[in-house]
């Protein structure tokens, strides 16, 4: 089965930064697109970033501009470079495919806490 591993929370500051990390098992990596979620306590699950195996991007009105999404597919791993933080970005984020959400998988997530 699929896995994913969510790394590089932390506690910041707003307006400091954090780089994400999600590394993938499974084969064909590189063929599939690659979303970061996040949830708030309370709140829904919501996308946050995608990026597709072509390496086109989409992000949530919330974060265009301060976030960026990447992939390094030869570490099957994606990446979200969180620029700009806000104390509503604060979630636990999450990453998954197809193959993981279409059977409600998920990873551990990493707590990003945007707190002065």
């Known amino acids: 089965q699929v896995q994913f591993v969510e790394s590089g929370g932390d506690l910041v500051q707003p307006g400091g930064s954090l780089r994400l990390s999600c590394r993938t098992s499974?084969?064909?990596?590189?063929?599939?697109?690659v979303t970061w979620y996040r949830q708030a306590p309370g709140n829904q699950r919501e996308v946050v970033a995608t990026i597709t195996s072509g390496g086109s991007t989409a992000y949530a009105d919330s974060v265009k501009g301060r976030f960026t999404i990447s992939r390094d597919n030869a570490k099957n791993t994606v990446y979200l470079r969180m620029n700009s933080l806000k104390p509503e970005d604060t979630a636990v984020y999450y990453c998954n495919t197809v193959l993981g959400w279409t059977k409600d998988y998920w990873g551990q997530g990493t707590q990003v806490t945007v707190s002065s």
């Open positions: 499974g084969r064909d990596f590189s063929a599939y697109t």
